[in-house]
């Protein structure tokens, strides 16, 4: 898994070291294919069904009204699911959110509310109440901060109108999937293993894709350079409004599809199986191709 371009040159002794190379996103994918097309695959992250999934309609207004109250049922309410971290954009997320609400009339606003899964002061990220409270939207953020299991989490994904993730670099995403799986339209940036995610074979779109308006190179001493991708906030604003001015149909209607593509692009059955047939193929024929390493004295 590699999170974005450009291809880690300073890693290439790692990948002639191995025999066979599982690629759970396609950029990365796409990266090494070509420099090791024998044993390179793309097998995508997948989850079980029976964790992720969607709840009938009746158990959908129950968990909204538990979990937001009374009158939540007309609440457009968006989910981040992501650690405070620099790189998921937290911050960029609220003032994103601040730029949508700062457009409609104070009633709309009332019934706008984000969901923000996450530590609001982990020391890795930002403190959030304190963004949330700058921008002039805390009635509009709800923190959910308790570490849940996988019912709580698929309650709260059903709960919910949309997905959000502009992480400036992504492996894969979770999170968006996840929703995906119960049946919710997503927003993402179309950077690492978010692309495959929003965008489809055919050019459509699970949600709203978000195409990077500027890249940076930037690096460390243990990663030499990685790009990282950015858009803007407005251009964020401008998707959650889209999401918004769509009928609560067109919104089904959406995370149905979404789930559809979810569900054939990210099938953990054939996950498991591709998985077993690549590690069996490589145990019993790896000798064929091995090529050993010669240990030269200058």
Known sequence: LWDNDPWPEFNKVLYESTDLINCINWPTYTMVKDRFPKNTNYIPHAIPKQIYHQLDEEKRKNTRKSLFGLGAENKFIGLWVNRNARRKMPGDVVDSWSRFLAKLNPEERENCLLVMHTDPFDPEGTNLYQVAKLRGVEKNVFFSTKRVGFDDMNALYNSIDFCINISSNEGFGLSTLEAMYAGKPIIALKTGGLTKQVVNEDGSENGVALTPEARDLVGSQMVPYIYEDHISNNTVADA???????????????????????????DFEKVIKEWDKTLTDTIENWKDTYKFWENITL
């Open 240 to 266: 959650i409004m889209k999401m918004y001015k769509m009928s609560p149909e067109e919104r089904a209607k959406l995370g149905e599809f979404a789930k559809e593509n979810a569900n054939r692009k990210y």
